[in-house]
């Protein structure tokens, strides 16, 4: 995990068509809402000043959900990673028209983020909701929820942070249980174990939205550091 070299990735480069409203977002509003990561640390108190505590999302998509959430919690900041720029474009759009200065964008590889960019312990949350499911078996180690990543991940947050996953696809629900279950730092959020039920604070995503079209059952994971 800690190889610039690597080559598995949890994404394909999709060039999805930008609109001429993306396309416009991505130029003209990146300079107030886009990070350009370099190898270094970002210093994420400095980015987020006034918020009192800092959530990171992963692959946000279209970004709606990502949207939602910082309206309704201004006090928290949000750094999303997503590497598909139709998805950012938008989301950019979004962020200006309701005027929220909560939220941070970056546009890469969210494991070269982490290794390099993310500090130890400045995280009070992480999301990763309905990450690519890679269902045939030679695309499993495509899986973004795998042991090496979530030892990437777990240093990054505070003390008391916590990691949020959620996906429609049960194979890969049980993988992410079965890998947080195994990390010795975190403590399943669940009362009883398992799966946790669906926060309600949690905005419907795209990709839960077709999910359910298609009668797919959801399962969310809270899990807490020790
Ligand atoms: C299945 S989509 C889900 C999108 C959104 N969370 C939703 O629920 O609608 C997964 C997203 O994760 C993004 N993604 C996958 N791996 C990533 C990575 N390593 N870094 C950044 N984004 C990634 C993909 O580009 C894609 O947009």
Same mark, same amino acid.
């Given at each position: ?27 003209? $509003?990146? @300079? ?5 990561? =370099?190898?270094?640390? /970002?210093?994420?108190? %400095?980015?987020?000043?006034?918020? !009192? ?38 989301? $950019?759009? @979004? ?5 929220? =200065?909560?939220?941070? /964008?970056?546009?890469? %590889?969210?494991?070269?983020?982490? !290794? ?61 249980l079965t890998v947080l279950e195994a990390h010795p730092q ?29 009668g797919h059952p959801v399962f969310d994971l809270l899990f807490?550091?020790?």
């Amino acid at each position: 995990m800690t190889d610039k070299r690597r080559t598995i990735h949890s994404f394909v480069r999709r060039q999805g068509r930008l609109t001429t409203s993306q396309r416009r977002a991505l130029l003209e $509003l990146w @300079q107030d809402y886009g990070i350009d990561v =370099t190898d270094q640390p /970002l210093v994420l108190a %400095d980015v987020f000043g006034d918020c !009192q505590s800092i959530v990171l999302e992963i692959g946000f998509g279209n970004g709606d959900s990502l949207c939602r959430q910082a309206q309704a919690h201004p006090h928290i900041g949000y750094l999303g990673i997503e590497v598909y720029q139709p998805g950012v474009g938008r989301l $950019l759009n @979004q962020l200006a028209d309701h005027q929220l =200065t909560n939220v941070k /964008l970056i546009c890469e %590889d969210a494991v070269t983020v982490l !290794q390099h960019n993310i500090p130890t312990g400045s995280l009070d949350g992480v999301q990763i909701f309905f990450p690519d499911p890679w269902p045939k078996k030679r695309h499993h180690k495509r899986r973004l929820i795998q042991p090496a990543f979530i030892d990437l991940l777990v240093p990054k947050l505070t003390a008391t942070g916590c990691i949020h996953l959620a996906t429609d696809w049960p194979p890969y629900a049980q993988q992410m249980l079965t890998v947080l279950e195994a990390h010795p730092q975190l403590v399943n959020g669940a009362a009883e174990g398992g799966y946790y039920p669906r926060p309600t604070q949690r905005p419907l995503t795209k990709f839960e939205q077709r999910g359910e079209r298609l009668g797919h059952p959801v399962f969310d994971l809270l899990f807490q550091r020790a």
